[in-house]
Every structure is written in structure tokens, then in C-alpha cells.
């Protein structure tokens, strides 16, 4: 059997067994708090996860169903000695090798017999002896397996352990397996267990204090994923964060010549402005208050940037220097031409600058509506223009102190504004200059502070130099009338505040499906609200396949996800083209050139969403018109598809269109959960039909334990990602869930037949 050893850092857990300075196995009880022990914890559970188990609570005792099957394969037989534990273990864990076995055997032997001198009589033992085969079998198969390998398997419980938990864990560790007992609230309730403190160390360390209120695995948990979301698309976040305009006293360039120090002192942050000029205050003295405003920044040796009327587009052999590929959405293709951005002068403003291209690229994505192609020749652009300017505006910058870009003359045209928006997110003072209010300016942002005068002058050139210019008394600088700052989001919504929404499909790992399917919209990564049209992240996907082919487990998750607001359609095809349609017959009057006659279709006798409020029909209207568009649908434009597409979103079933009545789109979305355990195929008008609810804003999910591709025919591209959670399975028959709990566990014919 494995010795149990003493740490000399908690890293010593994740030493493999033939490095190890004493060749042993670590039982630890951690009852204090730091950031070393949270750090430990983080990579310590992803350790459990993956080659062990992780107990949150305690280890349920056998069920009825469990014990049955036990009795079914075991039988009832029960004697203390080594011969038949081993067999028995043999038998009812056959994946383990010998030398586990041995180990396993012992550590159990020992475990029995100091029972037995502990005054446990036969029956009791016995008794013991199976709610341990049981535990082995039903928790820790993957442990057992994987006890005494180099690579050391892992356990992690978290909360009070019992007696019988105790002693299982101890035969676990005897035989191989690293273990951490997670203790909140210290010794008292496990002293109780192990008076003698005999069957762990308790681990402590200088500095340890309690554990924050709250603290637990599962929020632990929720970090690291949210963590991983950010990391996912962005990479590792930088250390500093804009603070724009907030700071600013409504001066004007009085407020972007102020130095770091006097616009705010949050460590966290860099303090930036954001400020377009319309006009000028008086013509006299204009040129003048520019040229002084140049000299202080100047003075104050302040990075600068002036451009004049225009920003050079990039050259050919600029944009041929960005590094870039064929694309499947704005998310990837953001991501990768990020890659592009080097500034190895310092590291910090690097991260900064992949940050606010990111930002930027996805926000206009998701505003603009345009082709994936067009964002790309935008995104080289931003790459491009900042090449260019990043070491006049970055070198030996040393945050938090700002550069300053000025712009004379306003954005011609929306790649430059688009510039100067992602700028506005570095520690860059971008100030726009229109002195003559009949010229043009393209730019607009929600972070845009503006401030405008009446009278009008033209000005081609920035004053550089003092030649001709007027200087101005105090009498010229009188009090001057100044906007407000633009309402800023207080994250708070009205109840149906919105009436314009876009969704976009979320790309997220299986186990996240459970975790954003029951949060509201507003707490949801990448909901955003731009000019009051909101964006909905949403759930597109298909599930193939039964994890570890539990059939029971399957089901009771499967109901878990079946809320009020859920449709749930058991078996393909849903819409039938022989199904009873009204509409049908008329939609061909209901298109021109590809799109909707709004009026018309209202107007018809068949029309049914007319008892709707005036915004849903919009919005039901708005989404089929961009299914059209999108031509998501296989044989639109081709061969009438568009006409099958119109009439079947016109014939919605009631349920459907209520739950689209009901939407608030900040709160919970509604859902539809399409299970299909056949060979069957989902017809056109089922397609047409997710395809859609997924652009209103529904979760939409297929289930298809067989892992056939019984959705994808009437596709023209990828719509919805798909995750492979297990074992194939056919001819499965779908339940009555309102009989089925959700902690439905599988019964012995399940364990014994259910997989093929």
C-alpha cells in the first residue's frame, strides 16, 4: 500500500509519483484562506475534474435500484479475508489491473478489520463492505482505474466528511490517490470523525485566514468559467481599463491638457477623452486657442498625433503586411487578425490594443449588418492605421499618462470614424476639430462628448507656429454655454424597454448549455444595447449522442432543461407540408425583388398576427425578411424556397407566437427543445422554423442521441454548433417526463443493456 507523506508546498501535489522526494500519496485538510490556497484550489479541481473525482456534499448512500443491481451480480455472500475481497473486487470492477487490485484489497482488508476491533459485529461489516463496493462502483470507478499510475489520481471533497466517506477516502489514498479535504469551517466537525486526527494532515501555512463568505467549488466554478469565456475570445485581459470623458469638467481642450495626475486617481484606470468640437467659439481668437493648446501639449512632452482632413488610407503594401484567412463569423475572425497586432515595446499596451480591436470589430459586427467580407476590409484597416501610429503615439509612454490624436476637419468616412472609436478605448485623448459646421462628420459613438458653437470658420491647416496669430485677452475667454454628457447605461431596464432586437449565436462548451439556459438575457456574455436595438445571445445547437450512455441520467437532464417557456418537440418531422396552412396559397403576392410587402400581408384575411402588439409583428416580420436574406435555408432564390419559408413563418403554432409576445428582451428567452431518437429527418418547414425562432431570439436545441445528421439537410451553411457528449444510441423511446425525476439514476437492465 501508498504511505502517506508530508507537503513541503501544495505544489507538491501536482509532482508525478516517480519525482516525488518521498515516494508516497498527500491526504490534506486545507481549512484556511489565500490567494496561494484559491490558486491551488483552481488547478487542483481541473486536476479532480479530469483524471479523479470531485465531491461537493456528501456521497449519497446506495438506493434501492443500486443495491439491487449489486445483489444481482454479487450476490449476498460476504467473508472477511483477503482471497474473497479480492475476488470480489474482480468481479465487480474488472477494469482495475493487479497490482490496483492488491492495494485495493488490502487497504480494504485493513479497513474491515480495525471495524471489527472497533466492536463491528458480522452483519455490520457486511453491511459496510457493500455501501463501499457500492461507493467504488456508482463514484469512483474513473479513480480506481487510475490508482498507483505515475500520474496520481486526484479527490477533492468539499464539506464535512463522515465516518464511512472518511474511511473510504483513506482506502483510496492507501492505494494510490491524492486527496484534499475542503473544510470551511475548520476541525471541529471532523474531529468528531477522527479523534486522533490519524487519517490526514491538516495543512497549514503563514498567512491563512478564513474563507470569504460564500465561498464554494461552485462559485469557484463559475469564475473559472467566466474567466475562460474572456480568455477564450480575448486572451488574458489587460491591467488597466479606460476611464473616458467621465472625468472631464466640460473645458473642452482646457480638459485634455490636464495632466494624469489631476483627472482621477484609481490605479485601475487611465483617463482618456473622447471629444468632438463643432464651430468655433470665436473667429477671431480660433486659430490662436489651437496653437496655444498645441504648445502646452508640446510643453507637457505629450505623444502627439495631428492629422488634417483626411487619414491617409493604407498603402498596398500595408494591407498585404496583415495576415489574414477565410473567416466563419466575426467572433473568428476578430480573434485571428488580433494576431496582427505586435507592439513589443511594451507588453501592457499590446493587450490594450488587442482589447479595443476586439471590442470594436465585434461591436460593429453586430451594428452594422454587414457582410463578413466588408468587416474583414475594416478589420485591416484598424491593423493597418495602427501600425502607423502606434509608436508616434506609444513610445516611451508610460500609463497612466495619455497620448493625444487631433483630427482637423471630421470623418470623411465610416473606416475613419471607426478609427478614431477604437482609439477612444487607449490611452489616447482623440479630439475631433469642425470648425466649418457645414462640413461633414461621419462620426458617432456613445462615448462621443461633444460640444458645439454657432459660428462657422475654415480651416485647412493645424497651427504649428505663431505666424499670424491673434492672442486673445481674458475678455475673449468669458463663461461659455456647455451640453450635458450623454446619458450613460445604468445596466436597469424597464419591462419591455426595447422593441428592436438581433441575436447572435453563442459559442460555448456543452457543459454551459445547463448554465445559460435558466439567465436572463442582460446577464449573458455579449448582450449589449447600441441606439435601443438590443443584442440577444443565444443557444443554436445539436446534441449527439448519450454521455457515457446513461439513458436515465440522460433523460432527467434532459427534463431539467423543459421550463414553462420551453417548446419541446418529441419526434421529426414537427411541420408536415401536408399540414393545414391558410396563408399558403397566397404568399406568392406577399414578395417583390426578394422582399416583404409589409402592408400587404397585414391587410390579407389570412394574416393572423394582427392581434399582436404593432412592435412584435415588426419584429416577427423583421426576422423573416432577414431569413430570406440570409438565404439560410437551402434553394432560396433558387427555386421558391423563399415562398415555403414566408408561408410557414405566417402559420406559426399559438403556443410559439405567444411565447414571442411574452419576450422581454432582456429578460429570460424563450426555448424549444427538438428530440428526434429516429432515423427520421426533420422536414424543410422545421428547418425554416429553428432557423427563425434562432433570429428572434429562442434557444434552440436539437437532441439526437443517435448522432445522425437528421438536421443539417435543409441548411445551406453552419448554423448552430454541435457538441459530441457520448456514446451513440438507437431505438430509444421517449419517455413520459412528467414521470421522471430529475435525479433519476439508471436502473441495473439500464447498466446492464442500455448501451447498445
Not at 477564450?232 to 489587460?238: A, C, F, S, V
Not at 391587410?603 to 432577414?626: F, N, P, T, W
Request: aromatic letters at 12%; charged letters at 25%.
Amino acid at each position: 500500500m501508498f504511505e502517506r507523506r508530508t507537503l513541503s508546498s501544495l505544489n507538491d501535489y501536482f509532482i508525478k509519483y516517480k519525482d516525488r522526494r518521498e515516494k508516497g500519496v498527500y491526504l490534506y485538510r486545507i481549512n484556511g484562506y489565500n490567494d496561494s490556497v484559491k490558486d491551488f484550489l483552481i488547478k487542483y479541481y481541473e486536476e479532480a475534474r479530469r483524471t479523479g473525482v470531485v465531491i461537493e456534499g456528501r456521497i449519497p448512500n446506495p438506493d434501492g435500484k443500486q443495491l439491487s443491481y449489486y445483489g444481482e451480480i454479487m450476490g449476498t455472500e460476504f467473508r472477511l479475508d483477503m482471497a474473497f475481497l479480492e475476488k470480489s473486487l474482480k468481479k465487480w470492477l474488472p477494469r482495475m489491473n493487479d497490482y490496483q487490485r492488491k492495494n485495493l484489497t488490502a487497504a480494504l482488508y485493513d479497513t474491515l478489520m480495525q471495524m471489527r476491533t472497533e466492536g463491528k459485529n458480522d452483519n455490520m461489516l457486511r453491511n459496510a463492505y457493500i455501501k463501499f463496493m457500492c461507493w467504488l462502483y456508482y463514484k469512483f470507478e474513473r479513480v480506481v482505474n487510475l490508482l498507483g499510475e505515475n500520474t496520481i489520481p486526484k479527490i477533492l471533497y468539499e464539506g464535512t466528511v463522515s465516518t464511512y466517506e472518511l474511511k473510504l477516502i483513506t482506502m483510496l489514498s492507501k492505494s494510490g490517490c491524492d486527496v484534499v479535504l475542503l473544510q470551511y469551517q475548520g476541525d471541529n466537525a471532523y474531529a468528531a470523525v477522527d479523534r486522533g486526527m490519524a487519517y490526514s494532515d491538516r495543512f497549514d501555512q503563514v498567512g491563512l485566514g478564513a474563507f470569504p463568505e460564500g465561498f464554494s467549488m461552485k462559485m469557484l466554478r463559475k469564475e473559472l468559467e467566466e474567466r475562460s469565456n474572456i480568455e477564450r475570445l480575448y486572451g488574458t485581459p489587460p491591467k488597466w481599463m479606460n476611464c473616458t470623458n467621465a472625468w472631464m469638467e466640460g473645458s473642452g481642450l482646457l480638459d485634455i491638457v490636464k495632466p494624469a495626475a489631476e483627472r482621477g486617481s484609481d490605479s485601475r484606470f487611465f483617463y482618456n477623452g473622447f471629444l468632438r468640437i463643432w464651430g468655433v467659439e470665436d473667429k477671431l481668437t480660433y486659430l490662436n486657442d489651437l496653437y496655444q493648446f498645441y504648445r502646452e501639449l508640446v510643453q507637457a512632452k505629450r505623444n502627439l498625433v495631428i492629422a488634417e482632413q483626411m487619414l491617409p488610407p493604407p498603402a498596398n503594401e500595408e494591407i498585404a503586411a496583415v495576415r489574414r484567412k477565410n473567416y466563419e463569423n466575426a467572433s473568428q475572425m476578430a480573434a485571428d487578425i488580433s494576431a496582427n497586432i505586435i507592439y513589443a515595446a511594451d507588453n501592457e499596451l499590446q493587450k490594450l490594443m488587442k482589447k479595443a480591436f476586439m471590442d470594436t470589430m465585434l461591436a460593429e459586427a453586430k451594428s452594422s449588418g454587414e457582410s463578413l467580407n466588408r468587416l474583414v476590409n475594416k478589420a485591416v484597416y484598424m491593423i493597418c492605421w495602427l501600425r502607423r501610429y502606434a509608436d508616434k503615439l506609444f513610445k516611451n509612454l508610460r500609463l497612466p499618462n495619455t497620448a493625444c490624436f487631433i483630427y482637423l476637419g471630421g470623418c470623411r468616412n465610416d473606416n475613419e470614424a471607426l478609427f478614431l472609436q477604437l482609439l477612444s478605448l487607449l490611452p489616447v485623448d482623440v479630439v475631433v476639430l469642425v470648425p466649418n459646421q457645414n462640413s461633414q462628420c461621419c462620426l458617432s459613438a456613445s462615448n462621443l462628448y461633444e460640444i458645439h458653437y454657432e459660428d462657422s470658420l475654415t480651416v485647412e491647416k493645424f497651427p504649428r507656429d505663431s505666424n499670424g496669430m491673434h492672442m486673445a485677452t481674458a475678455a475673449y475667454h468669458a463663461e461659455r454655454d456647455l451640453d450635458t454628457m450623454m446619458y450613460q447605461d445604468s445596466g436597469m431596464y424597464r419591462n419591455r424597454q426595447y422593441q428592436k432586437a438581433v441575436s447572435v449565436t453563442l459559442q460555448c462548451i456543452y457543459e454551459e448549455i445547463a448554465l445559460l439556459w435558466e439567465q436572463e438575457m442582460r446577464f449573458r456574455p455579449n448582450f449589449n444595447v447600441t441606439d435601443s436595438i438590443v443584442t440577444l445571445p443565444v443557444l443554436f445547437a445539436k446534441v449527439s449522442g448519450v454521455k457515457e450512455g446513461r439513458v436515465s441520467e440522460y433523460w432527467s437532464e434532459l427534463k431539467k432543461l423543459m421550463t414553462p417557456d420551453t417548446i419541446v418537440i418529441k419526434g421529426a418531422p414537427y411541420i408536415r407540408r401536408e399540414d393545414s396552412n391558410p396563408i399558403k396559397a397566397y404568399v406568392a403576392g406577399f414578395l417583390k425583388n426578394g422582399k416583404l410587402l409589409r402592408d400587404k400581408i397585414k391587410e390579407h384575411s389570412c394574416y393572423a398576427y394582427g392581434v399582436l402588439r404593432e412592435e412584435v409583428q415588426e419584429h416577427i416580420l423583421d426576422k423573416l425578411q432577414m431569413l430570406i436574406d440570409a438565404q439560410v435555408i437551402e434553394g432560396t432564390f433558387q427555386n421558391g424556397t423563399e415562398f415555403t419559408i414566408t408561408a410557414t413563418i405566417l402559420n406559426l403554432n399559438r403556443d410559439i407566437v405567444r411565447l414571442i409576445q411574452k419576450f422581454d428582451f432582456t429578460q429570460k428567452n424563450p426555448k424549444l427543445i427538438y428530440i428526434n431518437t429516429s432515423e427520421g429527418m426533420i422536414s424543410q418547414e422545421d428547418s425554416i422554423l429553428t432557423a427563425f425562432l434562432n433570429l428572434v431570439g429562442f434557444d434552440v436545441v436539437f437532441f439526437v442521441p443517435t448522432g445522425y445528421q437528421c438536421v443539417e439537410k435543409y441548411f445551406a451553411k453552419k448554423v448552430m454548433e454541435e457538441y459530441q457528449i457520448g456514446e451513440y444510441l438507437y431505438d430509444l423511446s421517449i419517455p413520459n417526463f412528467d414521470k421522471i425525476s430529475v435525479n433519476a439514476r439508471r436502473s441495473w437492465k439500464e447498466r446492464i443493456f442500455g448501451r447498445r
